[in-house]
């Protein structure tokens, strides 16, 4: 269910919108291979009307499952958007689209969600790959260069 609210009833008060949003209504699925959405994202949102628009203000929060870019290790990030703020234009070309009363804050969301994406998820800052994990084996010892490498290295050329 989109994260919607009814404009009419900003002419009296200030909405506070709090609840969930499931991970598929943000439609993130193949913006990147590394990154999976597991949960819900978790909204608290103050919604207010200002003049010829409207401002949203207040926090988001998600949970990502990530596979580092160097190793492939699973791992979670929470991302947490605490100040997101958003501000809805209610006249001119920017204007935001109304279903009936209804506004839909949900692609904004997404936009910002998209944008706060990690470029480049790692399991740690100082992972080194897939070749350090070869390495840290219990028991494992370095790989010998083979023979066809040594031999070549002997060539003087």
């Not at 988001?60 to 703020?85: F, G, I, V």
């Amino acid at each position: 269910m989109p994260v919607l609210f009814n404009i009419r009833h900003l002419e009296e008060k200030t909405l506070f919108l709090k609840g969930e949003l499931p991970a598929v209504e943000l439609d993130l699925d193949g913006v990147d291979e590394l990154i999976h959405l597991p949960g819900p994202l978790t909204y608290d949102l103050e919604v207010q009307k200002i003049e010829k628009g409207i401002l949203v203000q207040g926090s988001l929060q998600l949970t990502l499952e990530c596979e580092c870019a160097r190793c492939l290790k699973p791992s979670q990030h929470p991302l947490s958007l605490q100040e997101w703020a958003c501000h809805l234009p209610l006249e001119g070309e920017d204007r935001v689209v109304l279903r009936g009363d209804f506004v839909d804050l949900t692609p904004y969301i997404r936009e910002d969600i998209l944008l706060a994406l990690p470029q480049h998820p790692l399991c740690e800052p100082e992972c080194k790959g897939l070749a350090n994990m070869r390495k840290k084996r219990p028991g494992a010892e370095p790989e010998a260069v083979s023979d066809t490498w040594a031999e070549l290295n002997k060539l003087k050329l």
